[in-house]
């Protein structure tokens, strides 16, 4: 595996460590019956950060590689 598949892949768990220390966070400021919608919320945001950085993100770090 390349260093930068390894690089990817930590910074993608990390993030994932981050989303759920948000979900936390955000479940503990609100009542107990909107919990289920914070972390909905959080995982919708996830996903869709997500789906950006597979359309957009991936190409503008990596590139085509060169061209022959």
């Known amino acids: 595996m390349s260093s930068s598949v390894s690089w990817v892949l930590l910074c993608t768990f990390l993030v994932l460590l981050m989303q759920a220390g948000f979900l936390w966070l955000e479940t503990g400021l609100v009542r107990a019956k909107s919990s289920v919608n914070i972390a909905i919320k ?9 789906a950006m950085f597979w359309a957009v993100g991936f190409g503008l770090m990596f590139g085509a590689g060169p061209v022959p």
């Open 42 to 50: 959080n995982m919708m945001d996830f996903f869709v950060s997500a």
